[in-house]
Every structure is written in structure tokens, then in C-alpha cells.
């Protein structure tokens, strides 16, 4: 029997608290390029494991560092002038059973790809310097997600995993508006790069969003074409906000403008890591894609990290997973967060313990909804290698 | 007049909470390492520019990336077979008036400094190669803390800072046993290394504290010698935790070891950036030297960036201090979480808002205690260039 | 007037020398490819320069480092299993008169280019990593390479250039040997790569011509068809020399092979920089592209140095050339030795001495040709910048 | 039968050649500072092999890159402003029979007390940054030289070296002055830095010698003391020559020099590399420790090979070692010059020909000399392994 604990939570739902903080670090922010990175890389990693040796062996890719190039950029087109570089640190199983196999040249070509797609303005290999710093890893490998079927690895350290559900409006206005921003947006849009970052501060019922947009150069003739630009994301930005929310909704961007000093918010590739800006692995959103410092975070670095093994990336995926199953499959609950803690020498579907926190809603006691919370709770983690196989396959996102 | 608001906390104090998480990174983890040498580097090149020019110069060397090496511990000494490789990113003013400033090679002497101190077992320029890559950063200076005394700066970034007293029993332990292991108990037991990593865990009365603690090989000669080093840790933290906590406490050392494998946590530096651990800066320890779980953190991380201008580290670590002054000289306060968002345009010592949500003592109303908060929270604000100076002088640790 | 002497070559004609050894290193050898990239890199600085300030700017970037990968080679196509690492090396004007020069990029894309037209099977970014440290220069620029015009720069440094006329029939083999596999064979013969490295040795009048020839494994499909493609360029070998000597030749290719032990020479990229074999700039060809130790040789790198006012250089290849014209203008020489040593202060059109040393064929006497070598040789001092715009536009081969 | 042939130089003397140029880049010039370390790396791994396992292993440490850093010298003391960055680039066996190797450690190790002793002036980690790469050879490895004595291992390239004996008066003096100004001359002139070369040209016989000295600022007080320092070189140099000449010579030093404007040849560190020199492995001084244009030279990189099992190392060394023994031992030689040719698959101590070519004196016939020198010559092959033992304990210089 797994020990799983209904509780009532202790705080009013997010929702219902008095202020609000909620950021999100858009795919073109320094430290979520290098998050994206990470976790390209590591996909490509256990897709290349299992290819060649029929499961994933050790590694882990969490570590990749950006330092900021230099630019100037200008109206109809500026340059890179010195590149950007970046690192990608980590750990991998280079021999197996007499196979060498190209970690490092598969690492390469993941980063390269996945930049390719994300930040399509920056030339890979004149404006960014991929290198790449793969070691071996400790001896004690576990390999456990294979082609033989997956078997549930065991606990080897202490790790915490937290999660929520549902969003909260300004929750999900901030990470729906950089997801369409970065979507169908700049499909039609190429002036607006990938560098999106948005802060939403609620206080009451008053929603105030910041965007902060990078503009791409070649797609702006001049300074009306960049006040006009972002008017434009002003108002889809604004217009997105009502489809989540009947409150108050501000929205500004690029605020830090300075028109009359020709102070704006320009690139020449779409990413502020063209000029100044440093990244790195972890320190932007929490595996939900947002930061939210109203909730309990984990500070662990989901991207990169081993999918099959590491507690810490599969139990912030997993109890993030479970509480959005847990709300929408059941009636009442107005706030959810999951806990889970690792018991070390235990299989990691078998926590010390999952520790479900939850506010009902008016007219709904804990009571009426523990049984089926349970059920739905027992069932997820007795799936716990699902987080690995859609994580490896791309379908989880952790950052 | 400041926009400072006294309210009740939306939930219980943490010391009652059912559940409480609370862990520590010791100063020789490598993601301390990272922050450490991005804090002794900032601190460095402050120092630096007020020798040279009078006041702090626009910097920020926050992403320190450490690439783990690979060793061969044994008892009685085994080696380093290959090093770490920690290269300093950042950005910082290079040339002011004419002058030319030394920042690389300043940054690589306090860099080396500090690992010296730190990890004295580490051999800096054969165990561990220290590298810079310090762009210029971006032109638009702020010359704010300077000789002629310090003006307050302007927010120029919506930013959070967010602090809390007192400290829960569980927090303390976990604090005060890694800093007297790192600091008395290493100075007479020689074989315990600077990485101690500390996790603690509470339900309900009952306290476990797990200890990691990396053993230095050319101090312990056999398996017996090992076994009883862990025990005298053992013992140390449980006699502290007393100190500390009329609770039930378990203290565990080294739970991963297997002895009959002959797998413990033996090192020949002191730190499992020896063999394996990567690390980067702001992937550890908040701004008050602890990860919990149980409360709002910050993402920001704190080491590294610029004390002058920096509004993320100046209000995570006002924050702090400002919870702490007010419960040590205010009566009543069973929990205080204090929180400060920036206002962009306005002075750093004006904020949008500062929020203190407390948790009062049985028998204590807020209204009883909200005057004497305000004034004191008042007089922190205004006195908020204090922070750059303790910084900068080094009284203030940033993780 | 400048100081021309002609006299007697104290030696037989090396073509007369009872033994004589010559080599070149082929395009796809480790140390052509960072010469290669090296002179590359400085044709696109000079037009950068040129396109963005008129003239050409201080820099010199005859420093590229290349540090062997590592691949599995296997018939029908192996792969490169650890990036090769190549760090460009030197000293560029980054800022002038207010303007920022994109240096670093621009040597980037040269790298770029040149490789992919050189070493097409050769991924650029994932089997090999392109890396920039580009310094700036010492501040005391010259400038003299202009829109308006060559201006002769002074000598700054006391430098020394050799060059020889006409070519040896062993020479001659080596050179065009290698030209031709690199050129017309290549294209018509894919599995040859372009690592092409022959050496050359007569003892009297037989002469044997040894081939390490990189086969690319994806167009060979097996033993026989490698044991083929090393016989075909053996004969084509051996066909060529014919056209450059009536001489006995023996030609050898891949002699290092063992094919009993499979160990041959297959690679997957077609140059052994993937697997172990590290290069760097000046290591190889001397500026007429060959090594001779039979002829005195300048140990100077020619390639990547500032073809403006880089004496060096400049006397090197103006050396070659003064050589091959008179001997091409001036019947009756059987050999040519030229010398050219500069002399600080003055302009390098006025050399301290220009020293032309020849062997006359039988019958002429030296004074029969020295007015007319005086004089021609008077002419190309005087049109000395024209070796720099040559370099420039990519007309000379500095390897 | 080895096949050893005298024969005599088709050429006059060295000596008694009407022009003759002579260059020595002293020990803090940055070519020599990669040579030095290069083989100061060579031999710590030959030792390290040796301790370990009882043999050398593979190895090839022969392409270490600097890259310059910048500086501000000054009367009485300036300082480093970035750090010059030294990559120690090659192959070494890693492990061997179940034991690893801290062949990288190893590497960093030997560079920094070797870089200590060389450029006492120059703090290793703060004003250079020592990097290392070594990459595993490729898998055949051949170890010949271990604990139960020298096999003489076989040839396995086609390989060429040249030596000459004896020096001619210019030189020996370039290679005498720069041995005394960077030994008994800068113990009692600390202002004199280790960056000192030498360029030597005789013309008839008028001996021109430029010295290029690195003077050190700390030990420098002003313009008047520079000057002076410079002049005590000059006298040092000039009283020097007088011990190997009769002939007219004129010493100048630092004559770039331009005292007005205050652009004299000052530094911090004692070596140009602190300032925009950038420099590596065989692009300077010969295996003899000269620049000889006037005589065939090799273009192999002599330092950082092994000493065991590389041919061209092995042979360059051996030439000169034959040569001045025999110069030495038989009267009558006013030249010589022997070169060394490589048969593959054949033991180095049979090469395919060993050529020794000589200009005797006055009076002496080839045939009186013949029989001695064959003997002489035959010895020294016959005890080739010699060589490697003297590397290895580095009795023998390589540049």
C-alpha cells in the first residue's frame, strides 16, 4: 500500500490570496535557452542509448552555461559582433559493452537543432559558439528503460517534488500569452523574437501584466515601425488576457523604454543573449513552465537531468502531473498541491510519502473527495515510468 | 511616505505545519563553490572599483559554471586524475576615464583565494582550473555607491525579494550544523571535507536530519576509521540539534554508503566536484543559506550580482534582514514572512509595496504590533544602501 | 637605389644534389587545415576592414590550434564519435573612430567557409567545434593598405625571407601530386579525402614518392574496394609524374597499412585531424607550399599574419615570387636562390639587402644575367604592395 | 651493416660563407614559453608512465597554444590587466591494466613549475590561465622503454633530421648570449626579463647582433634606469662576443626603442606574451636551440614528442648529438652536417641512410677522416636509446 495522505491545505487557495507574483522566462530568455538545451540534449542522449544499446544509460546534461555575445543592433538590420557562447556540461556513459558511442558529437547536434527551431534569427556557429564538456560519469550505472519494458528504478537519495492544479488566472495568462507569443504570434509576426519574458502581478482583482518583447532589427524599418510593433503585442496580449480572466487586466510593454534616448528593446537575433545577458541551467521557470513564488517550489534543475533516474526531475514532473489529473477528473477543488518526498532504498513509485494539500470548494468537504483523490493518486504513481517515456518521446516540458 | 502594509498570514507558522522540508548545501557543494567564488569575485571587483575610480562600476558575475573532474580516492590519499574545470562568466566595465581596469585577473585571485580558504584540500591550478570569460556589459552605468557617500539607486526592473523569522527549529539545526561542521568540527577533525549536505524533515514532532558528509582520504586509514569518522558526526549534529529543539531527533550520516561494497562517500579534496557533481551559481541556497520548501523563495540568485544596483539581491537580502530585525525587537511574532516588489522609476528605497504578513503569538493581534513593525520596517528601508556596504565588506552572506 | 647584389650560389643546383627530400602536407592535413583557416581568417579581415573603414586595421590571427577528435571509422560510413576542437588564435582592431567591428563573427563564418569547401564531409559544428579568442592588438597601429591607394610601410622588425626558382622535378611531383588529388581526382573519385600528405626523396636519379592517402569509409564499401581506390591513386600518381620527369619514379601509398590486421588508413571525415592527429599553424608547408630541407627555409608562419604590414610574410612570398619571375624571364638559370632582409626604419620596398644567389646552366656565366635579374628584380621591390593585395584577394598560397 | 656514408658538403663552410643569419628566441619568448612546456609536460608524463607502470606509454604533448593577454607596464610597477591563456594541447594513454592515469594533472602540474623557474615574474593562475586537453591516442600503443631495459623501437613514418657542428662564431654567440643574460646576467640584474631575443647577421666579417630584451617595471624606476639597463645588455653582450670572435661586432638592443615617445620594451611579467604576443610549440628555435637559415633544418616540432617512439624527434636530437661528437673527436672538420633518414618498419638504429656530409680543413682529405667518423657514427646508432634516456631526464634541450 502506497502512503498517500489527503489533507485539507493550509492557506487559501492562490486564487483567493491578496497578491499575486507569477513570471514566466519565454524559449528565447538566456536561461531558458539554456534549460531548452539541457533537456534536447538529453533527449537526444537516451534516444541515442536506446538506439544503440537498447536503454538509456547514465547521464546527466543539467549543466549548460551561457556568456553573452555583444550586438548592435539597428533599424532594417544590425549584427552579432562577437558570438555568443555556450557550454554544455555534463556527464555521459561514453563506452558500454565494447560500443563507443558519440556522446559529444550528439549533444552537439541536439543544441544545434533545437536552437535552429527556437531562436531561427541566430546563426548557429558565427553568432552562438556551441562547445561542449561531456565527462564520464560515476561508475554505479543504472539502467533501468529499456526495450525490455520499463521497471520502476529505486530511490538512491533524498528528493522532493511538488506540484499544482488548476493554474490560477494570472497563472495561466502569463504562460498561455509567451506560449501563443512564441506561437502562432510570431508565425505572423516576425518582428517579434523568442526573448519574451512576462511578469503578472495581481493585486485584488487587478491583473497587471509585463512584457518584455524582443524586437528583431531586420524586421523594423524604424522607430513608428517598433512603437507600432509593440502596440501590437500590447493589444494581442490584452485580448488573450479576457479569454482567462473577467478581472482588471493591464497590459505593458517594454516599459524600460526610452523613445527619446532611442532606449528600446531592438536585437538583431531575437534573444537579449546577443548582448549582455548571461543563462544558465535552472534558474528560470519550475518544471510547470512558471515561476510562482506564492507556492512551494523545488529548487531543483529539471532540465538535462536523466529522465529514468533521477527522483528529483521525475517527482517535480510527476506531482505536477498528478494534480492536474486530480482536477480534472474531480468535482471541487478549488486549489491542489501535490508533495511528493523519495525514500531512499524504496522503488521510487512507492514515496515515503505523496502528500495531497487541497482547498474545496464551498459546499465540498475533504471528506467527499479524499477516496477518489486516492484512487487517481495510487493509479499515477504505479505509472511513474509514463514521466520517463513522455519525457524522452517530448511530450513533457520542464521548463 | 512608504507604502508598507501589516497584514495576517494566510496560513499557519511553519513550525506548526504538519509537514516541513528544509535543506543546506554546504560550502563545499559544488553548487556553493559557485556561488561562493560569484560572491568573493563580486565582492573583489566592488572592492576594485571604489579603490580605483571611488565608486562600484556597472558588473555582474553571477554564473560561475564548475565542470566536475574525475579522482581516484583511497585511504590514506588517493589523487585527482582529472581536473575540474570552473569557468567565471559575467560582465564587467573594463575601461573608465582613460583608466584600464584589471577585472580578469582580480576576478582570478579572489576566486583562488576563496577556494584556498574553503577547500584547502584542492589544489588550485592542478585539481581545479579556474577560467574567465568576462564580457563588457551593457553601456548604460549606474555609479551609485561611492566615496562621496551613497545615493539610492532607481528600480529599473520589476523585481521580488522575499525574507522571513524567525527561523523553525528544523531550520536551525540544518543551518547551525552545517556552519559548525565547517567550522569548529573541521578545524579538529581534519578528515571531514567542506561538502556537507544537509536535509532535514519534520513530521509533526518528530526531526530527521540526513547528513552527507564527504570524507577526506588522506585523513582516514582504514573502513573502521571511516565507519567511526561518520559516527562522530553522528554525534556531533545530534548533540547540536538539542541545542536547538526539544523535539525527537534522528540523525543519519552517509545513508548511501555500502560498506560491504566498500561504496562511501570517500574524497581526496573534500568535495564531489571531484568526481562527477557539476555545479553553477544559484542553483543552491536562498539568500538566508537555506532551501525551504515550505515557504516563498525567490529564483533570484543572489551571488554574483551587483550590490549597488542589483534590486533582485538587494531586496532578497533586505527582506531577510528586515523580518529578522523585526522579530528580535518586536514581542509576538510566532512567524513573519516580509516581501518587497520594486516599482520601476522610483528609488529602490520606495517600493511597490512592502508586505509583512505575520503570524502572531496566542493572545497577540497584528494591530497590537503593526505600529512598531512599520516604524522599524520603515527605518530598514531607508537605510537600504546599508546592504550594498555589508555586502561589500562581506558581513552579509549571500547563500 | 636599392640594394640588389647577385652572385654565385655556393652549392650544386639541389636538382644536381646526389639526395634531396621534399614534402607537402596536403589540404586535409591537421596543420593546413590551421593554416588554412589561419590565412582565411585574415583574407576576410582585411576586406572586412576595407569594406567597413577603407583601409586595412592592425591584426594578425596566425595562431590557430587544432586538438584532434575522435571517430569510428567503418566501411560503408563510421562516425566521428568526439568533436575535433579548433581554437582561432590572435589579435584584431575591434573599435575604430566610434565604429565596432564584428572580428569574431567574421572569423567565425571564414573558419566556416573555408572548411566546408575543404573538408566537405567534415560537419562543422557537430564533428568540429570552431572556438575565437581574439585579443586586442598592441595599440600602435599602421595603416597603410587603403582605398586611396598602397602606401610602402616602414620595417619595423628585423625579418627574413627565402624563396627558390624553378621547382626540382621532385617538387614539382610533390606538389602537383598533391594538387591534382586534391583537385580534379577528388572530384571524380570521392572516397579520396583531402588529408593528402607526400613526401618526396631522390637519390640521384631514382625517385620515390610515398602517399598517405585518407580514404572516406562511406564510399568504400569493403577490403577490395579500399585495396582499389589506393591502388588507383597510385597509378595516378605514378601517371603524373611522368609529365614532370624522365627519372625513374617509384610511387608508394598508405605503406603504414596492414592489411591483414585491418589497420589502413580509412577515415570517416578524410582527414586524420577526427582521430588523434592535432595541428596548428607554421607546423607545415613553407610559403611555396612545400617543405625542402634541401634549400634554406624561413621558419616564419607565413599564414594568417597581416599581409600589409607583416615583413615576414610579406618577404616570404615576395621572395618565391622575385624568384619564379626572373627565372621564368631570364634564360640560363638552373637554380635561383633569393634572400630579402629588412632593415628597421626603412621602408620594406628598400630592404637591407636583396640577395639573389644563382647556379647558371652551363655556358652562362652570371654576369651573361645579372643586369637583367637587377632590373627585374628592382621592378618587383618597387611593386611590393602588389604581394599584398594578391594575398588579399586570395591569389597567393601561403602554404 | 648500418648504411653510413661520408661524403663531402657540396657547399663552403658556413663559416666561410659571405652572409649568415642566426636567430635565438630566448627562454620567456612565447614560441619558446610553448616549447618549454611542451616538453617540460613530455617529460613529467615519460616519468609518470615510468613510476607508474613501469614504461612509457603513448603520448604526445607537442601542441601547446598561447594566446596573448594584455597589460600595463609602468616605471616601478604596473600590472596584468587580462590573463594570457595557455592551452596544453595532445594525446596521452589514460589508462593502462585496470589503473587510470592523472595524465591531465600531470600535464598542469609540470607547466606550473615549469612556467615558476622560467618566468619568475609571472603568477600562474591569476596572470596566465594554464588549460589542458588531452585527448587518448590513437589504440596502438608501442612501449619500448621501460624498466627491463631499451628495445630500440621500429620506424613506423618516414622521418628526417639534420645536425650541424660545429657552431660557427655568430652562433655561438646568439646561443651563448641568450644562455648568460637568462642565467648568470638576469641573477644579478633582476630588471632583465626572460623574453631576450637574439638575432645575430654576419656579413663578411662584421658581426651584427639585436638583442630584443623584455625589461621588468618593477625593477625599472624611470627612463634614466631603463636606459641604463639597457646598456648594461649592450656591454654584457659586447664583452661576451669577444670570447668566440676576432671579428668586428656591433651589439644594439631594444632597437625599436623610441625613448621620446615613451615606446620602449617594458613589461610586468618579463615576456611579451603578457601584451599581444601569442606563441606556440616549433614555430621558434630549432632541436639545436637555433634559427639557421644559412643550413637545412627540419620543420618537425621537437618539443613534447615522445621521446620513445618518435622518429622525428628522435633523429633531430640524435643528428646533433652524431655531429658534435664527431666534430669533437676527429681533428680536420671545419663543417658538418649529418642527416638521418627513417625506413619504415626497420629498428631507428638502422636507418635507411645515415649521411654525413663535411667540409674539412685545409690540408684534410675526406678519406682521412672517413674511417673515424663511420666508427664514430656507428656508435652513437647503435646507442640511440641514449637520447630517449637524456630526454627523459632532461639533460637534452629541445629549442
Same mark, same amino acid.
Given at each position: 500500500?502506497?502512503?498517500i @495522505?489527503?489533507?485539507?491545505?493550509?492557506? +487559501?487557495?492562490?486564487?483567493? @490570496?491578496?497578491?499575486?507574483?507569477?513570471?514566466?522566462?519565454?524559449?528565447?530568455h538566456?536561461?531558458?535557452?539554456?534549460?531548452?538545451?539541457?533537456?534536447?540534449?538529453?533527449?537526444?542522449?537516451?534516444?541515442?542509448? $536506446?538506439?544503440?544499446?537498447?536503454?538509456?544509460?547514465?547521464?546527466n #546534461?543539467?549543466?549548460t552555461?551561457?556568456?553573452?555575445?555583444?550586438?548592435?543592433?539597428?533599424?532594417?538590420?544590425?549584427?552579432?559582433?562577437?558570438?555568443?557562447?555556450?557550454?554544455?556540461?555534463?556527464?555521459?556513459?561514453?563506452?558500454?559493452?565494447?560500443?563507443?558511442?558519440?556522446?559529444?558529437?550528439?549533444?552537439?547536434?541536439?543544441? +544545434?537543432?533545437?536552437?535552429?527551431?527556437t531562436?531561427?534569427?541566430?546563426?548557429?556557429g558565427?553568432?552562438?559558439?556551441?562547445?561542449?564538456?561531456?565527462?564520464?560519469?560515476?561508475?554505479?550505472?543504472?539502467?533501468?528503460?529499456?526495450?525490455?519494458?520499463?521497471q520502476?528504478p529505486m530511490?538512491?537519495? #533524498?528528493?522532493?517534488?511538488v506540484?499544482h492544479?488548476?493554474r #490560477?488566472?494570472?497563472?495561466? $495568462?502569463?504562460?498561455?500569452?509567451?506560449?501563443?507569443? /512564441?506561437?502562432?504570434?510570431?508565425?505572423?509576426?516576425?518582428?517579434?523574437?523568442?526573448?519574451?519574458?512576462i511578469?503578472?502581478?495581481?493585486?485584488?482583482?487587478? $491583473?497587471?501584466? #509585463?512584457?518584455?518583447?524582443?524586437?528583431i532589427d531586420?524586421?523594423?524599418?524604424?522607430?513608428?515601425?517598433?512603437?507600432a510593433?509593440?502596440?501590437?503585442?500590447?493589444?494581442?496580449?490584452?485580448d488573450?488576457?479576457?479569454?482567462?480572466?473577467?478581472?482588471e487586466?493591464?497590459? @505593458?510593454?517594454?516599459?524600460?523604454?526610452?523613445?527619446?534616448?532611442?532606449?528600446?528593446?531592438?536585437?538583431?537575433?531575437?534573444?537579449?543573449?546577443?548582448?549582455?545577458?548571461?543563462g544558465?541551467?535552472?534558474?528560470?521557470?519550475?518544471?510547470?513552465?512558471?515561476?510562482?513564488? /506564492?507556492r512551494?517550489?523545488?529548487?531543483?534543475?529539471?532540465?538535462?537531468?536523466?529522465?529514468?533516474?533521477?527522483?528529483g526531475?521525475?517527482?517535480?514532473?510527476?506531482?505536477?502531473?498528478?494534480?492536474?489529473?486530480?482536477?480534472?477528473?474531480?468535482?471541487?477543488?478549488?486549489?491542489? @498541491? &501535490?508533495?511528493?518526498?523519495?525514500?531512499?532504498?524504496?522503488?521510487?513509485?512507492?514515496?515515503? &510519502?505523496?502528500?495531497?494539500?487541497?482547498?474545496?470548494?464551498?459546499?465540498?468537504?475533504?471528506?467527499d473527495?479524499?477516496?477518489?483523490?486516492?484512487?487517481?493518486?495510487?493509479? +499515477?504513481?504505479?505509472?511513474?515510468?509514463?514521466?520517463?517515456?513522455?519525457?524522452?518521446?517530448?511530450?513533457?516540458?520542464?521548463?
Open positions: 500500500m502506497r502512503n @495522505q489527503v489533507s485539507e491545505l493550509d492557506r +487559501r487557495a492562490v486564487e483567493d @490570496q491578496g497578491v499575486e507574483i507569477v513570471e514566466r522566462k519565454g524559449l528565447g538566456p536561461d531558458s535557452i539554456s534549460d531548452g538545451i539541457a533537456e534536447a540534449v538529453s533527449r537526444a542522449l537516451s534516444q541515442l542509448y $536506446i538506439d544503440r544499446v537498447g536503454k538509456v544509460l547514465h547521464y #546534461t543539467d549543466e552555461q551561457l556568456a553573452a555575445g555583444s550586438a548592435s543592433p539597428a533599424f532594417g538590420g544590425g549584427e552579432v559582433l562577437e558570438p555568443i557562447y555556450l557550454l554544455i556540461v555534463g556527464r555521459a556513459t561514453k563506452k558500454y559493452e565494447g560500443q563507443t558511442l558519440p556522446v559529444e558529437r550528439t549533444a552537439l547536434e541536439a543544441a +544545434r537543432t533545437y536552437l535552429n527551431e531562436v531561427p534569427e541566430l546563426d548557429v558565427t553568432e552562438i559558439v556551441l562547445d561542449v564538456k561531456l565527462g564520464e560519469g560515476s561508475g554505479d550505472l543504472q539502467e533501468v528503460f529499456g526495450e525490455d519494458g520499463a520502476v530511490a538512491n537519495d #533524498t528528493s522532493f517534488g506540484g492544479a488548476p #490560477t488566472e494570472t497563472e495561466r $495568462i502569463v504562460l498561455e500569452a509567451e506560449r501563443a507569443l /512564441n506561437g502562432s504570434y510570431a508565425d505572423s509576426h516576425p518582428e517579434l523574437g523568442p526573448d519574451v519574458k511578469m503578472g502581478k495581481r493585486e485584488g482583482d487587478v $491583473i497587471d501584466i #509585463t512584457v518584455a518583447a524582443a524586437m531586420s524586421y523594423v524599418a524604424d522607430m513608428d515601425d517598433y512603437v510593433a509593440v502596440e501590437r503585442v500590447e493589444e494581442f496580449v490584452t488573450l488576457s479576457h479569454d482567462y480572466t473577467d478581472r487586466v493591464h497590459v @505593458q510593454v517594454n516599459t524600460a523604454d526610452d523613445l527619446e534616448e532611442g532606449s528600446i528593446y531592438l536585437t538583431t537575433t531575437g534573444t537579449s543573449a546577443e548582448q549582455g545577458d548571461d544558465s541551467v535552472g534558474r528560470g521557470n519550475r518544471a510547470n513552465g512558471l515561476i510562482t513564488p /506564492n512551494p517550489m523545488s529548487m531543483e534543475a529539471t532540465s538535462g537531468k536523466n529522465p529514468v533516474n533521477h527522483i526531475k521525475i517527482y517535480n514532473l510527476l506531482s505536477t502531473d498528478i494534480a492536474e489529473s486530480v482536477v480534472e477528473e474531480v468535482d471541487g477543488i478549488r486549489d491542489l @498541491q &501535490v508533495r511528493l518526498l523519495s525514500q531512499i532504498g524504496r522503488p521510487i513509485d512507492e514515496p515515503h &510519502v505523496a502528500d495531497a494539500q487541497v482547498v474545496t470548494e464551498e459546499g465540498v468537504a475533504v471528506a473527495v479524499e477516496a477518489e483523490m486516492v484512487e487517481l493518486i495510487d493509479e +499515477r504513481l504505479a505509472n511513474v515510468t509514463d514521466i520517463t517515456r513522455r519525457v524522452i518521446e517530448g511530450e513533457l516540458s520542464t521548463f
